[in-house]
């Protein structure tokens, strides 16, 4: 017995001496890092400054790892990869960004968004559509994006799946299903949507995409025509009735009723699209401002309904303007925009002339 309490009163001396040396190490470290902290800030270096303080936070979990990490810088410096000029600058027009941007596409950029043009200046021009100077400025940082870019971007996209003969989604404008005190608004979907898609192409439909404007504020359906699912995609959950947003998607749907009547009774038998289940889903992405709603409405649009992979993608990561770059060079660079090559040979002409 008395062999057994010589031993576990050793084992606690050299314990209680091992806590000791650990503490004396850590107080050396912090004195250290804190004097070295006070030289960088002297000195002005708040590049080194973020790096020591960074090493301070991993290391109050007992960690004695004294690691200086350094931060990527931006450069503006043109490299060469795959043949093509390609330049990684953090600033491209009013945008700030850290991905390779072409020649051409950081023309367009600054050209888009130039305060100098003229604002009546056509950027975007489709058979039914186009974007000026002006309506494209909704697309600066930390603006609200407008019926208009949804409009174009719908249209742009239905042409795209028209053009590739797959149809098996159909983009509705944000127009679609509103109703004035002259009747149902059918300025783009009577004229242009049965004579895109067709009575004949109805059968193949998969899902509708259908964006709705409430109060500034954007979000989007979803009808699913082989689970007879509607479903709501919202950034902003509780900001909007639930009640209300089902009406809305219920308009939506009687709307598609009315124009599509015969193709949906012979496809549903008895059923009608105001008829199928509204499901408002939960683990959509939360937008972080309060003008990104537009954003994730067309991110989710153009995912080629991989919903579920995008939103996950989008909570991993969503950098604001890295969107709006994104989405205006998918209207500029877009085939079906009649006047994107011209607009780039006119800068090119300007800048080899100049």
């Not at 902290?37 to 303080?53: C, F, S, T």
């Not at 719908?154 to 590739?164: N, S």
């Not at 009735?241 to 598609?256: F, S, T």
């Amino acid at each position: 017995m008395a062999d057994l309490a010589n031993t576990q009163l050793t084992m606690k001396r050299e314990f209680e001496e091992s806590m000791n040396s650990l503490r004396v190490g850590m107080n050396l470290l912090r004195d250290l890092l804190l004097s070295r902290l006070g030289d960088l800030m002297e000195n002005g270096k708040k590049e080194r400054k973020d790096e020591v303080v960074e090493v301070v936070n991993i290391s109050s979990d007992n960690s004695f790892s004294l690691t200086a990490r350094s931060k990527p810088k931006m450069t503006s410096t043109a490299t060469k990869r795959k043949g093509n000029d390609v330049l990684k600058s953090p600033v491209i027009g009013p945008f700030t960004s850290t991905q390779h941007v072409s020649k051409r596409d950081k023309l367009l950029i600054r050209h888009a968004f130039d305060p100098s043009k003229d604002a009546s200046e056509v950027l975007v021009k489709s058979p039914w559509f186009h974007l000026n100077c002006a309506e494209f400025k909704v697309l600066l940082p930390e603006t609200w994006l407008s019926t208009q870019i949804m409009t174009m971007c719908t249209h742009l996209l239905t042409l795209e799946d028209f053009c590739e003969k797959r149809r098996v989604h159909w983009f509705l404008p944000p127009t679609f299903g509103v109703s004035k005190a002259g009747g149902r608004v059918f300025a783009y979907y009577e004229e242009t949507l049965k004579t895109m898609y067709g009575a004949e192409e109805f059968s193949d439909c998969e899902k509708i995409f259908a964006p709705v404007l409430v109060d500034k504020h954007f979000f989007l359906s979803v009808f699913d025509l082989n689970q007879k699912v509607i479903q709501i995609w919202d950034s902003f959950p509780n900001y909007l009735d639930p009640i209300m947003m089902e009406e809305k998607v219920k308009q939506i749907a009687n709307e598609l009723d009315l124009l599509f009547y015969v193709e949906i009774i012979r496809r549903y038998a008895c059923d009608m699209l105001v008829s199928f289940t509204v499901e408002i889903v939960v683990n959509a992405h939360r937008q972080q401002y309060g003008f990104d709603c537009g954003l994730f409405v067309l991110k989710l649009m153009r995912s080629g309904g991989s919903l579920d992979d995008c939103s996950r993608g989008m909570r991993k990561r969503f950098d604001n303007e890295e969107e709006r770059i994104e989405l205006a060079l998918f209207m500029l660079n877009n085939k079906d925009n009649e006047i994107g090559d011209e607009i780039y040979r006119n800068l090119v002409g300007q800048i080899q002339s100049g």
